[in-house]
DNA sequence: ATATGTGCAAAGCATTTGCGGAGAT
DNA sequence: ATCTCCGCAAATGCTTTGCACATAT
């Protein structure tokens, strides 16, 4: 992660502003606004550069894997079976620590609650 | 889902003995003990009419889509980074309606416990 | 006997990689 | 000027589909 480029830029831009996890078709979709030509592939490798350096961390949803900011403690996601996207969630659970079976090391978290978000419940999703 | 064949049975089998959610690949291997030459496209068609019958669901894991029995709630799971196998994890994580956005309608969650398992850890993962 | 289910192989997608040219330093 | 990075297109790997044969009912 040497360089400083107007497309990793655009990919950190989206990443910085968005309001869940993004999947890098998402990515290339939105950072386009900054970057026109942008291709996927560059995505991928800006994306996986990122998690190496700690700033994305991968977070597996039901259509997909996706990334997220790092920062953005905790882990917690809304996913809308509706429309298919994951909003954060913010505040925690509670302790968990009497689930982990004897002998586990548990690192992080990731917890994901499914439904419908609230556009999709008013357009009638909720009836 | 009519027809009661050795390949359905064998599939079934797996997941009714297994120790956490699994994907196709695991679930060929396993089965190919009762159904020899069982295909991947036939488990990948089973598994879908299994999901539509409401008998499996799928589980979003750090390593891809898994299925498991729907009669397993709640859907808690522990996965290992080191051997990247994913298992049960028993035992509930406590109210999180506090954590619900406002509008938003929840059906169900799913927790992914990120670490390290008893097996891995006791071989050096754990240092 | 008949219609569903299966296995093989080809087709579809998402993701990764190779390569020549563009761009940051 | 140099070396990294980008975009395109081909390659890879997972999942789905088409088709002829097998098999449960």
Redesign the interface.
């Known amino acids: 992660m040497l360089r400083r480029t107007r497309q990793r830029q655009a990919v950190q831009d989206v990443f910085a502003k968005a309001e869940g996890p993004l999947g890098p078709h998402e990515v290339v979709a939105a950072a386009r606004n900054a970057a026109s030509n942008l291709g996927i592939a560059t995505v991928y490798r800006t994306i996986r550069e990122l998690l190496n350096a700690g700033w994305l961390v991968?977070v597996?949803?039901?259509n997909?894997t996706r990334f997220d900011l790092a920062a953005h403690q905790p882990h917690?996601y809304?996913y809308?079976?509706v429309c298919a996207k994951t909003?954060h969630?913010?505040?925690c659970?509670?302790?968990?620590d009497?689930?982990?079976?004897?002998?586990?090391?548990?690192?992080?978290?990731?917890?994901?609650?499914?439904?419908?978000?609230?556009a999709c419940?008013?357009q009638g999703?909720?009836s």
Chains 1, 2 share one sequence.
């Open positions: 991968s597996a949803t039901p997909g917690h809304f809308c079976s909003f969630v913010e505040g659970v509670g302790s968990f009497h689930l982990i079976p004897p002998g586990f090391v548990a690192n992080e978290h990731q917890l994901t609650i499914i439904g419908t978000c609230g419940a008013l999703g909720g």
